[in-house]
């Protein structure tokens, strides 16, 4: 809930452990100081605001703050003096310029995300809690080096950057999973090998909102021409937590045909605002996320509902669907980047399919690098693996078996990861 600025002042918020204050402010309001003993989450988005006072390191016990769309152009550096935060959030402000040392001891969470940041301080490889940063629409131009010694780190967004190229080191780091680097001028740009028909805007009549995603809103919407109801997406436009739309758009059509994702029947042409758009066939109501986002507790890991249950069947037919899918996108070099349950629908049957290429990269599979990106993926496929066997009781000995595949996904040698095509001949034994 959103509180005011006077149930602040009147004292009517003590005890509280989250404030959330959106009401115009150009300066840090010093009465949150009284709720130093239990405030622990503090959102200040939405405001007007520039600078913070030495003050606010008083919130001993403050964990999570949140400054979106504020007008911050430098990054607060007095934050390193908040002994319990680890979760940060400056998204869309103006930042410039982030200190060396401005992060606290306890960094895990970062969001940057929609700033002018070209330089990240060499500090940030000081970091070893850090596990999700959140960078994309900014300027950077290179990554410290130092940042290599971030061995926690498991998400990273890098797209819409400008970046001149994308470190060795980046995929050798022993935990990460979901990466994003596209939309930079390092990124590969694939050729196209997948012609789509176009379809005017006028010859779709939109029904019901079906959704809405950091990239775009998407639509059922009945197909004049063709008397039949289909989904639309139209994108946005504008730079998300994971990257460009555009980027998403592409890589949702260069997939191309696979029984594990929702078909793309074409483009829109002519949508009256511009936008960008694709038809996409329309996915029955028996489908449902298979899994959660990540909650602010979890960090990277999704969250299952409590009657979350799946059997070996399950398990089994879903790996091996997404097994087959991830082989034929990283076949075509594209990198999903953020392969989690609540990314995949599934159905009663266990039949499923992978959403949501708003994090998608595209690389050269004839690369040496290539290797290590797809080995990436992999280990987010192995966390996958590892979150529906604790919806599961299974035996042990097919515990055994399961926990075998997720350690060879999850080695710390990058490298030394199978591949997706061997992952799908092991499950053919399962």
Known sequence: MVHTLEALKSGALVGTKRLKLACGLTEFPEEILSLADTLEVLDLS????????????????????????????????????????SMIGFKSNAITTVPEQAFPPLLRWLILTDNKIEVLPKSIGHYHLLQKCALAGNRIKALPAEMAHCLNLE??????????????????????????????????????????????????????LLGEGASGFISKAHWISKSKDVA?????????????PEDEMKASILAGAHPNLIPVLGKISK??????????????????????????ESC???????????????ILKIAKSIAAVAQQLHQKGINHGDLYAH??????????????????SFYDTNTPIAHNIERIEVNAYGCLLEDLLEQSDLSEALQHKWQALIANCTAKTVSTRPGFSDIVNTLKAF
């Not at 400054?67 to 003096?81: C, D, I, Q, S």
């Not at 022993?174 to 930079?184: C, D, H, K, Q, T």
């Not at 990277?300 to 409590?306: K, L, N, S």
């Open 343 to 360: 990314n995949i629908l599934v159905d009663t049957t266990a039949d499923c399919l992978l959403g949501d290429f708003g994090a998608a």
């Open 271 to 296: 949508h009256p605002e511009a936008k960008n758009g694709l038809v996409l066939k329309l996915i029955g109501t028996s489908f449902k996320n298979l899994g959660n986002p990540p909650s602010l």
């Open 46 to 85: 939405d405001n007007a605001m520039s600078i913070l006072p030495d003050s606010i390191s008083q919130l001993k016990k403050l964990k999570i703050i949140f400054f979106a769309k504020n007008n911050f152009t430098v990054f607060p550096a007095v934050l390193a003096k908040c002994p319990a935060l």
């Open 300 to 314: 990277t890991r999704d969250v299952f509902d409590a009657t979350s249950s799946f059997s070996h069947a399950d």
């Open 232 to 244: 639309i997406k139209i994108f946005k436009g504008a730079v998300t937590s994971d990257g460009l």
């Open 155 to 208: 998400l990273l967004r890098l797209s819409a950057n400008a970046l001149q190229s994308i470190p060795d080191w980046l995929f050798e780091l022993p935990r990460l999973s979901w990466v994003a680097f596209g939309g930079n001028p390092a990124t590969y740009t694939p050729k196209s090998k997948s012609a789509i028909s176009t379809f005017d805007w006028d010859d779709f009549a939109i029904d019901t």
